[in-house]
């Protein structure tokens, strides 16, 4: 009899001991009884016979995780603070069966432009390196180049971009050049699709995986590349137990692999500019005129932009109308007393949804009825900050006949429809686009002659250590969508126009800037780590925040930035508090929070959510 121990896939569990009549392999699956329930596990080592009585294994199942993998998990496990089998979930394991020889691909005809190929060559001498180029500049065709190469070599490439958005145009791209190689993979697959993927994937068929953060973790053979788009974007960062960021991840599997890491971005975050090789492509592809008018207000269309819309679509060009919040309004609220309509279970504003007539809390899914008067004085309610759906219903009144499609969360739900919502968009068959973060994805339609910005100052005020930077990103990330192949102009309404106007063309000179203010505050010259709390009773809560921070308070080399409540102070019923601990020194860091660490909170390493 061989006895194991295991670790229970996505369980915050300690290290089980079971026994089984064979020898199994480290790092296979297997299913154990937990309790009457059949519960997916990992064997993690063989041991001695314990003392104690031990259940039989149930099952040894065809799948093992690989080497590579279980040293990404102990570093996810030590870093982000979760347990084994924790780590280990993040991964899909690979097959007992032997993949099929690669043979070597034709390769595809990318032609690339001079700044291309220096940039292409200069990323080849370097291991990790930021590709930092500008919007329509062709960082695809280079990523292509790059992916041609590594299936030369008989390697496979991991491409992470920010979300779904991205995936109907690049899967059209990446297959009119690698085929059936390509891999494309999201939340959004049906259970089939996804078992049909990742048996192509385990089998040596796919070559080329493209996706969003989930994408990183597939059982991919022989990786040689992984490329991460956008890699500014905050998607890449998971806000649940583990939270990892896949673009430090991707850094870490690289070496793990011997893999090439190119992290792409228009917009770089300050501190990958700053601690990795910087690549450069200084213009765009196609060089075209832009104007840009900065007009003073909140979070409105105003009569400039109206005209301006009018005027672009009767020459025949495209319009992409961004703003910061979907849903209608982000609050509804009384101009008498100030009551503002306030979701119950957490302490956030509920955003309105009209088409619904409902208003609906973004953070715990509770809706309930629009209010037709304030329930504390009887006054009417208002509404504050204008949403997609409004926006969308002023325009569509406005011109008749233009045709106007809502591109947000609320209404692109299925990876369908958000195909249908873009093809309709290349075909000219809608006018108008509105939405919120979702165009700032990476789509290119050649036909945008006019972007118009609104709301950017709600971003320039969150209190966020980044929110400059967010901002200044939102910015050249939405301008970039226009004038791609025709003169274009960018409306942006803000009160700060200095701000936005002074860095246009010149993003590296605000990251430069940026990174001298953040110099001996925050990342990347220190280090952030947000210890989370929540308990239904706030006594309970504060005591706790309270005991672990007199703990801390014994160290040295670690500071205790703040404690108490945190922003949004209740989700879900429960009441949240947090500790914000900063250091010069990662290692301090980890050090401490092992040491105080006894279950009462969650750790929040590198964090870029504040609320």
């Known amino acids: 009899m061989h006895y194991y121990e295991v670790c229970l896939l996505g369980r915050r569990a300690p290290l089980f001991t079971y026994r089984f009549h064979k020898r199994v392999e480290p790092h296979t699956l297997v299913h154990v009884d937990i309790r009457g329930k059949t519960v997916r596990a990992a064997i993690v080592a063989e041991v001695e016979k314990p003392a104690f009585d031990t259940h039989a294994i149930t099952e040894v199942l065809p799948f093992r995780f690989e080497v590579y993998q279980v040293r990404t998990a102990a570093f996810v496990q030590e870093y982000y603070a979760c347990t084994p089998g924790e780590a280990l979930a993040l991964f899909e394991p690979f097959s007992h069966v032997a993949p099929k020889r ?23 001498t370097e291991m990790s390196a930021l590709l930092f180029a500008p919007t329509g500049s062709g960082k695809t065709e280079l990523y292509m180049k790059l992916f041609a190469e590594a299936l030369q070599e008989n390697k496979s490439s991991v491409f992470l971009m920010p979300e779904i958005s991205l ?4 899967e059209k791209r990446l297959k009119v050049h690698f085929g059936d190689t390509v ?31 989930s994408a990183l973790f597939l059982p991919l053979h022989r990786i040689g590349l992984i490329v991460v788009d956008e890699e500014h974007d905050d998607s890449y960062k998971a806000h649940n137990r583990p939270r990892y960021h896949a673009r430090d991840l991707a850094l870490f599997m690289g070496k793990e692999l011997g893999a090439r890491v190119v992290l792409g971005s228009a917009t770089p975050s300050a501190s990958t500019f700053a601690r990795r090789p910087v690549v450069r492509i200084e213009e765009p592809y196609i060089k075209t005129k832009k104007r840009f008018i900065f007009e003073k207000g909140g979070c409105s269309l105003t009569p400039t932009m109206l005209e301006a819309i009018e005027r672009h679509h009767e020459a025949g060009g495209q319009v992409l109308v961004f703003l910061p919040t979907r849903a209608n309004f982000k609050y509804l609220y009384c101009d008498n007393c100030g009551f503002r309509v306030e979701c119950p279970f957490c302490s956030v504003g509920m955003s309105l949804h009209r088409n619904r007539r409902l208003v609906r809390c973004h953070y715990c899914g509770y809706a309930e009825k629009i209010p037709e008067s304030c329930p504390t004085c009887g006054s009417i309610i208002r509404s504050d900050r204008i949403g997609t759906a409004e926006v969308v219903e002023q325009l569509t009144e406005r011109f008749a006949g233009i045709r106007v499609q809502q591109f947000d969360k609320d209404t692109i739900t299925t990876a369908n429809k958000l195909q249908k919502a873009l093809d309709r968009f290349a075909k000219k068959e809608t006018d108008i686009l509105v939405g919120t973060q979702m165009l700032a994805k990476g789509h290119d339609y050649p036909d945008i002659t006019l972007a118009i910005i609104l709301g950017l100052d709600y971003i320039l005020a969150l209190p966020d250590y980044r929110a400059r930077e967010r901002a200044q990103s939102l910015f050249v990330q939405i301008a970039g969508r226009a004038g791609r192949a025709r003169e274009a102009t960018v409306i942006v309404q803000t009160n700060q126009p200095e701000f936005f106007g002074e860095y246009i063309g010149r993003y590296d000179r605000f990251l430069e800037e940026e990174l001298q203010w953040r110099e001996g505050l925050y990342p990347p010259s220190m280090h952030l780590c947000r210890l989370l709390f929540a308990s239904k009773e706030e006594k309970r809560g504060v005591a706790e925040v309270e005991r672990v921070r007199a703990k801390i308070e014994k160290f040295d080399k670690v500071e205790i930035v703040g404690s108490g409540k945190a922003p949004i102070e209740k989700i879900a019923g429960r009441l949240r508090f947090n500790i914000l601990l900063r250091s010069q020194n990662r290692s301090d860091l980890l050090r401490i929070i092992k040491a105080v660490d006894d279950g009462s909170f969650e750790v929040d390493m590198d964090p870029i959510d504040f609320a």
Do not use: C, N, Y
């Open 183 to 213: 891999a494309i993979w999201h939340s959004k697959l049906t259970k089939r699709r996804r078992e049909e993927t990742l048996a192509r994937i385990r089998s040596g068929e796919v070559r080329i995986v493209a996706g969003p953060r």
């Open 167 to 170: 995936t109907p145009q690049m």
């Open 102 to 124: 690669p043979t070597v691909a034709s390769e595809p005809d990318i032609r690339l432009s001079r700044a291309q190929q220096e940039a292409f060559e200069r990323l080849k």
